[in-house]
């Protein structure tokens, strides 16, 4: 076997004095879905934003493909909790916003618009999605570059639960479609039971592993497997964090103050 | 039939007839206007019935010269005002963009801005002369402070989260600038710009009632010196429809541009 996907060893993550991140470290084959389940305040987002190269300030080490971990990284896509679609382009121009104006004319762009349902879309403007229809459009950004690794910070947390599971097997077959491997966070137990290879559970202050939950049959899945339940009662049952003292109020935002007003230095 | 028509064409009826509400205010004033002046309850040197206004309109175009008055005013707010809007914009997206910038120059352009800018006037006399000089300066300096400050705002209030989806695109300094920050500005820069415009065109009356010999402005004083309101009237009506033109021009400019907004009014109110 060859070098993982992604490979992470983290000392140490700190806000101010507040130690955030505690000795995680975590590998990703590749064609893997892994899910990091935590509460919050348990540094999972701090954890994404590593890895997608947005926080640089930490101890420890992190590789993709045995390269060190750098901001746009050509192994990475990045889906965020909301879309965040540029409103001033086209559906099909944020698609292909990788590669610059009129990056929608990539045939790469239909391609993906096609894979996430939206394939008559491309011409539309943000302002006239559903939040689902966005967070589509955003999947399918963040695979435009065919990256290794898609990561995604609670991408479906916003939108109803009908909406929900069609964006998870929207998210999956888009994803094995485009090779890519995928990294999520989220709060939601049946959500990372259902889509993943593996479950991560953070605790919290600080964050570390707790466990993993192995969800090893293939997909397609049934939601009403008895498996799956089983999985997510073993989450549960790792969440537990009853024996923890009571935590100071979680961050208002859960990324970093120091990018809370990014300005440039001309 | 006859229903589904009348179905129609109520809508449209009900939009003339605001429409046609709108215009009972200025008829009614003008008819009053006309009869008090006819009755000579009112001197018809100092307020000039609309029907003489009217044959001083037709006279001053048929001659020409209200054109040229005309294409002067209009040469001189576009100058100033392309001066004062590329000034701004270019020190606006660099105080906006840049802390280093923003500390180094905002401060002063604060200050300054707390001057009428009339109080320029004399000033702009004394060092330019009479020519076109002071006029332009004087235009681009009315049009400079809305536009500086509405970009400057709208740099302020991009969203962090743009930003971020900027730089994991791979976005450097310039590429930023031009792909986030200048398009998330543009709904403040337009705003800015239809400001400063109608700052161009009262500044151009000031500049063209001190020291002109051509120009709308020019009518003005003309019109006051040779002791005749009614070329006074017509100027004043003029400067009110170019006013009124150039800024539904930059309105049509807005519509195109940001068409991508997602505003609960997408056309504002007729007024």
């Known amino acids: ?266 | 039939m006859a229903d589904i028509d009348q179905h129609a064409a109520r809508p449209l009826t009900a939009a003339w007839a605001k429409r046609a509400q709108g215009w009972l205010l200025p008829l009614a004033v003008l008819l009053i206007w006309e009869t008090v002046v006819a009755q000579q309850w009112v001197s018809a040197h100092l307020l000039p019935p609309p029907s003489e206004l009217a044959h001083t309109l037709l006279e001053l175009t048929r001659s020409g010269a209200l054109l040229a008055h005309i294409g002067v005013s209009v040469a001189r707010v576009l100058a100033g005002f392309a001066i004062g809007a590329a000034l701004a914009v270019a020190l606006g997206a660099a105080v906006g963009l840049s802390p280093r910038v923003e500390a180094l120059i905002d401060p002063s352009f604060q200050a300054l801005r707390a001057i009428p800018s009339l109080a320029w006037v004399p000033l702009l006399l004394l060092w330019l002369g009479i020519d076109e000089a002071p006029k332009l300066t004087l235009i681009a300096i009315g049009a400079f402070f809305p536009v500086y400050l509405n970009l400057v705002a709208g740099i302020h209030n991009v969203d962090r989260k743009w930003v971020e989806v900027g730089r994991v695109h791979g976005l450097r300094t310039g590429a930023l600038i031009g792909r986030v920050f200048l398009p998330a500005a543009l709904p403040h820069v337009l705003t800015g710009l239809r400001g400063g415009l109608s700052l161009a065109w009262m500044f151009l009356v000031a500049a063209e009632l001190m020291a002109a010999t051509r120009g709308l402005g020019y009518l003005l004083t003309d019109g006051r010196e040779t002791g005749r309101a009614d070329l006074v009237l017509v100027a004043i009506g003029v400067l009110a429809v170019l006013g009124a033109l150039s800024d539904s021009l930059l309105r049509l400019l807005e519509t195109r541009w940001l068409a991508w907004r997602d505003v609960a009014l997408t056309q504002e109110a007729q007024p």
């Open chain 1, 1 to 266: 076997m060859s070098a993982p996907l992604l490979q992470l060893d983290i000392q140490a993550k700190q806000f101010a004095r507040r130690l955030v991140l505690d000795r995680v470290s975590l590998s990703l084959a590749a064609g893997e879905v892994v899910s990091l389940v935590g509460p919050s305040g348990c540094g999972k987002s701090t954890l994404l934003r590593i890895i997608a190269g947005l926080d640089r300030d930490y101890q420890g080490q992190a590789q993709i493909l045995g390269e060190p971990i750098r901001l746009h990284s050509r192994h990475v896509g990045v889906v965020f909790q909301e879309p965040r679609l540029l409103p001033w382009l086209s559906v099909a121009d944020n698609v292909g916003f990788e590669l610059g104006r009129r990056g929608g004319r990539h045939p790469r762009v239909a391609e993906l618009l096609a894979d996430v349902g939206l394939a008559d879309w491309g011409h539309a403007y943000p302002k006239q999605l559903s939040g689902g229809m966005a967070q589509r459009v955003a999947i399918a950004r963040g695979l435009f570059t065919r990256p290794a690794l898609l990561l995604l910070d609670e991408p479906f947390s916003a939108v109803d639960a009908f909406t929900r599971m069609r964006l998870q097997d929207v998210l999956l077959a888009a994803a094995s479609h485009s090779q890519a491997s995928v990294l999520l966070v989220t709060h939601d137990v049946n959500e990372a039971a259902y889509l993943s290879d593996r479950v991560l559970v953070l605790g919290r202050n600080p964050g570390r592993i707790r466990g993993e939950v192995r969800v090893d049959w293939p997909h397609p899945r049934q939601r009403g497997d008895a498996r799956l339940a089983r999985a997510e009662a073993e989450i549960l049952a790792l969440l537990d964090d009853r024996e923890d003292a009571p935590q100071p109020p979680p961050q208002a935002a859960p990324w970093p103050a120091s990018l809370a007003r990014l300005r440039l230095a001309v």
